[in-house]
């Protein structure tokens, strides 16, 4: 069921990974803990019966209900201590926080209030920035990976790159078509940082590991600028958000089903705007009380 990925380092595959490090006097530390109680449960067992040890500390790679949904539960039982990256440490304090941020800022549907849009509150003990962390006694390089999430980190250690959400397995591309993004413009930047990080094995969050990241980085980046050129031509005519996300949908022959597919689409085509706005490449303007977006000439 694990697997060992580093002398220290091994991973607990599932719909996240959970990553399973040994520090000092068999100390463990986990990298994300997975959607829920189940899969927290599932990696527990497995970091206590194949690595040995106990659990002592979470390291959390950000704000998402499926990467620390499962931290409650480990906290119930070992009384870890969870580290979380600057501002997205908020939304393991108050989770609502993110099905609201999806639902423009308002208080989100029921349907938005469970799954992977909602998680049980996690505490946080430290909150991490970018740079050297020492943990249990292993020496960690947390990278900053922002874009997905506001507040995004990778773990580096031992060489093991674990690299969250920067980018998604083809499944989960194919599935979605156009991934959930915060910062189209930090998300660009992560990218780079993740093809420059001195790793021999990445962990993404979702997907098999990997020796080499640039196959995955080159097709997400494929996805963005396939999306982006799309976004370009159908604000030849000035176009309001709603009627851009659904000429895109459509060119990609997705059908969002429900309201957490409909409402993480939003948000990522606003990414995609913002940074074409700050790239000089559209413009925005408030007419007739709508907001309308015409793309530069020649951009
Ligand atoms: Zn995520």
Same mark, same amino acid.
């Given at each position: 069921?694990?697997?060992?990925?580093?002398?220290? *380092?091994?991973?607990?595959?599932?719909?996240?990974?959970?990553?399973?490090?040994?520090?000092?006097?068999?100390?463990?530390?986990?990298?994300?803990?997975?959607?829920?109680?189940?899969?927290?449960?599932?990696?527990?067992?497995?970091?206590?019966?194949?690595?040995?040890?106990?659990?002592?500390?979470?390291?959390?790679?950000?704000?998402?209900?499926?990467?620390?949904?499962?931290?409650?539960?480990?906290?119930?039982?070992?009384?870890?201590?969870?580290?979380?990256?600057?501002?997205?440490?908020?939304?393991?304090?108050?989770?609502?926080?993110?099905?609201?941020?999806?639902?423009?800022?308002?208080?989100? *549907?029921?349907?938005?209030?469970?799954?992977?849009?909602? #998680?049980?509150?996690?505490?946080?003990?430290?909150?991490?920035?970018?740079?050297?962390?020492?943990?249990?006694?292993?020496?960690?390089?947390?990278?900053?990976?922002?874009?997905?999430?506001?507040?995004?980190?990778?773990?580096?250690?031992?060489?093991?790159?674990?690299?969250?959400?920067?980018?998604?397995?083809?499944?989960?591309?194919?599935?979605?078509?156009?991934?959930?993004?915060?910062?189209?413009?930090?998300?660009?930047?992560?990218?780079?940082?993740?093809?420059?990080?001195?790793?021999?094995?990445?962990?993404?969050?979702?997907?098999? *590991?990997?020796?080499?990241?640039?196959?995955?980085?080159?097709?997400?980046?494929?996805?963005?600028?396939?999306?982006?050129?799309?976004?370009?031509?159908?604000?030849?005519?000035?176009?309001?958000?709603?009627?851009?996300?659904?000429?895109?949908?459509? /060119?990609?022959?997705?059908?969002?089903?429900?309201?957490?597919?409909?409402?993480?689409?939003?948000?990522?085509?606003?990414?995609?705007?913002? /940074?074409?706005?700050?790239?000089?490449?559209?413009?925005?303007?408030?007419?007739?009380?709508?907001?309308?977006?015409? #793309?530069?000439?020649?951009?």
């Amino acid at each position: 069921m694990i697997v060992a990925v580093g002398e220290r *380092v091994a991973v607990v595959p599932g719909g996240v990974n959970v990553g399973v490090l040994r520090g000092d006097h068999d100390r463990l530390v986990l990298v994300d803990t997975g959607i829920n109680e189940t899969a927290a449960k599932k990696a527990l067992k497995a970091a206590r019966e194949e690595v040995g040890g106990e659990v002592v500390a979470i390291l959390t790679t950000h704000g998402h209900a499926d990467h620390f949904g499962g931290n409650h539960a480990i906290v119930r039982r070992t009384d870890a201590r969870v580290y979380a990256p600057e501002f997205d440490e908020i939304f393991l304090r108050h989770p609502l926080l993110q099905p609201a941020l999806l639902f423009g800022g308002a208080d989100p *549907v029921d349907s938005m209030r469970g799954g992977f849009m909602l #998680a049980k509150p996690s505490p946080v003990d430290e909150v991490v920035k970018p740079g050297p962390l020492v943990v249990e006694g292993l020496e960690i390089e947390v990278v900053p990976l922002a874009g997905h999430s506001p507040g995004q980190v990778g773990y580096l250690v031992d060489g093991v790159f674990f690299c969250a959400d920067v980018v998604l397995p083809e499944a989960v591309l194919e599935k979605y078509k156009i991934p959930y993004l915060f910062s189209l413009t930090n998300h660009l930047w992560a990218l780079d940082v993740a093809g420059s990080v001195p790793y021999t094995t990445a962990v993404p969050g979702h997907g098999p *590991v990997v020796d080499d990241l640039s196959g995955l980085i080159d097709r997400n980046q494929a996805t963005i600028n396939a999306v982006q050129s799309l976004i370009l031509q159908v604000t030849a005519q000035p176009s309001g958000a709603g009627t851009i996300m659904t000429a895109v949908l459509a /060119h990609f022959e997705h059908q969002a089903t429900d309201a957490p597919s409909f409402y993480l689409l939003q948000p990522t085509i606003a990414a995609f705007l913002a /940074h074409l706005h700050r790239m000089e490449r559209v413009t925005l303007t408030i007419a007739g009380n709508q907001a309308l977006w015409t #793309a530069v000439a020649g951009s």
